[in-house]
């Protein structure tokens, strides 16, 4: 089944595939189907010989704010449980079915945590056109091009650590990428920040005005696709083989692991809890709310 909140596009005379989040009343962040999706279209890039770039971009001037927090459910492939729960159901045991299992978290988790590898590894260059907003899983998908040209007025973060702790998974790339002292700012924090503001770090390839990012990803997807193609997917499975050894060795099983174990938190009294939130207020409160509980105050 084809989602039409993700396009595809292809421009054969310059070799480069365009993949658009389409889902702009959300801000471009995407389910389960929309990450299937994506992956179907990149399977698609990495078999076609003529293809050599593939562009991904959200619509209307949003990369991607991550995934569809709305339906936490919907990502454990259990809609039952949301109904359940609201009904009081109870498992074999007599006990308050509340949770997707352990089970199914590990199961699911290595699954998406699968997508974010394979794009890491992609074999042909990846270019990100990247605006608005770049947040979670967004957030990764812009670390994870090969090139990434950003505005310097897009918000980057992971405001996920706010609910689910810092232990999310792709730690290592995080690190990699952003370097340790401010990924730990960053997922220690939940903040959200400008791009300009760390445009001095070299994170991102290209850091431009919002205008202009259009224009830039294009002519680095051109750029690029000039390159000799058997050379580049050489070129990409040595730069893996080097960042596998140097810096994200053991990732795939522990991403996923502690995404899996972050996703059971406990919480104590005066601790917020997004998901009580979110059953108590919606969703659109339980984010005010998360965003009141955490807003400290700098000193003058």
């Known amino acids: 089944?084809?989602?039409?909140?993700?396009?595809?596009?292809?421009?054969?005379?310059?070799?480069?595939?365009?993949?658009?989040?389409?889902?702009?009343?959300q801000r471009n962040s995407y389910d389960a189907e929309m990450r299937d999706e994506i992956a179907r279209y990149l399977d698609i890039v990495a078999?076609?010989?003529d293809l050599t770039v593939v562009l991904l971009r959200g619509a209307e001037g949003v990369f991607s704010t991550g995934a569809d927090m709305n339906n936490a459910y919907g990502w454990y492939g259990d809609e039952r449980l949301r109904e359940e729960?609201?009904?009081?159901?109870?498992?074999?045991?007599?006990?308050?079915?509340?949770?997707?299992?352990?089970?199914?978290?590990?199961?699911?988790?290595?699954?998406?945590f699968g997508f974010y590898h394979n794009f890491m590894?992609?074999?042909?260059?990846?270019?990100?056109?990247?605006?608005?907003?770049?947040?979670?899983?967004?957030?990764?998908?812009?670390l994870m091009t090969d090139i990434s040209v950003i505005a310097r007025d897009t918000k980057i973060g992971m405001p996920a650590t706010r609910f689910l702790g810092p232990a999310l998974g792709s730690l290592h790339m995080f690190f990699h990428r952003l370097g340790p002292v401010l990924a730990r700012r960053m997922l220690l924090t939940g903040d959200i920040i400008e791009a300009g503001s760390v445009e001095h770090l070299g994170i991102f390839t290209d850091t431009c005005d919002a205008d202009q990012v259009t224009a830039r990803a294009r002519y680095w997807a051109t750029k690029a696709a000039k390159m000799p193609a058997d050379g580049v997917v050489i070129a990409k499975e040595a730069f893996r083989l080097v960042e596998q050894s140097q810096a994200y060795q053991g990732e795939e099983v522990a991403s996923y692991l502690f995404h899996a174990y972050g996703t059971n938190l406990q919480f104590s009294p005066g601790e917020f809890n997004f998901v009580k939130a979110r059953a108590q207020h919606g969703t659109k409160e339980?984010?005010?709310l998360r965003d009141e509980h955490f807003h400290v105050q700098e000193p003058h």
């Open 1 to 25: 089944m084809t989602d039409d909140r993700v396009r595809y596009e292809v421009d054969a005379d310059n070799r480069i595939a365009t993949i658009t989040l389409n889902n702009p009343k």
């Open 47 to 49: 078999d076609d010989d």
């Open 85 to 112: 729960q609201k009904a009081g159901a109870r498992g074999p045991s007599g006990q308050k079915k509340s949770r997707p299992s352990q089970r199914r978290r590990l199961t699911v988790d290595r699954k998406s």
């Open 121 to 142: 590894g992609f074999p042909k260059v990846t270019v990100g056109e990247i605006n608005g907003y770049a947040l979670g899983g967004g957030f990764e998908m812009a």
């Open 286 to 288: 339980a984010f005010r």
